[in-house]
């Protein structure tokens, strides 16, 4: 065998292993990846009920019901549609309704957005941009807080 040969075949050698290590990694990261959706996407049924995401907008004014210890209930919205979410544990200070809002959780078999995490926004004015885009998207007027530097808001 001649030196370009020999040369030739460490270098596909080199490149089928650094295939296969993307492959691996592509593979680890695919249960962990969380899309974002709003209450239209899912209303929709653009989401699985096993499929783990984020959910983002506004709490609808009136839904929210404080249960026994740290359970509460609530609706968000994004003014088109409106998801019911159950979450079991301690809101975040700034949490109230008519406020943003991003939620990471599951789809139940009943259409209830089951919550482990309830993220809310910082101050008086900022909101996700995730959220600050959808909101806009479906037609709802934000304030100066929510618009994004290189967004197209």
Do not use: C, W
Not at 7 to 19: D, P, S, T
Not at 60 to 80: I, L, M, P, W
Request: hydrophobic content about 40%.
């Amino acid at each position: 065998m001649t030196r370009k040969q020999k040369r030739g075949i460490l270098i596909g050698a080199g490149v089928g292993i650094l295939a296969g290590a993307a492959i691996m990694v592509a593979f680890a990261l695919r249960d962990t990846i969380v899309f974002f959706r709003t209450p239209s996407d899912v209303v929709e049924g653009k989401v699985d009920l096993d499929q783990r995401f984020r959910l983002g907008g506004l709490v609808a004014d009136g839904s929210v019901e404080r249960g026994r210890g740290t359970k509460v209930k609530f609706a968000v919205t994004d003014t088109v549609e409106t998801v019911p979410v159950s979450y079991d544990g301690i809101l975040p200070d700034l949490f109230r309704e008519g406020q943003g809002v991003v939620t990471e959780g599951k789809l139940d078999a009943n259409g209830q957005f089951v919550a482990d995490t309830v993220l809310a926004k910082h101050d008086e004015n900022y909101m996700p941009p995730e959220v600050a885009a959808a909101l806009k998207e479906k037609g709802v007027k934000l304030g100066p807080g929510a618009e994004h530097p290189g967004s197209n808001n």
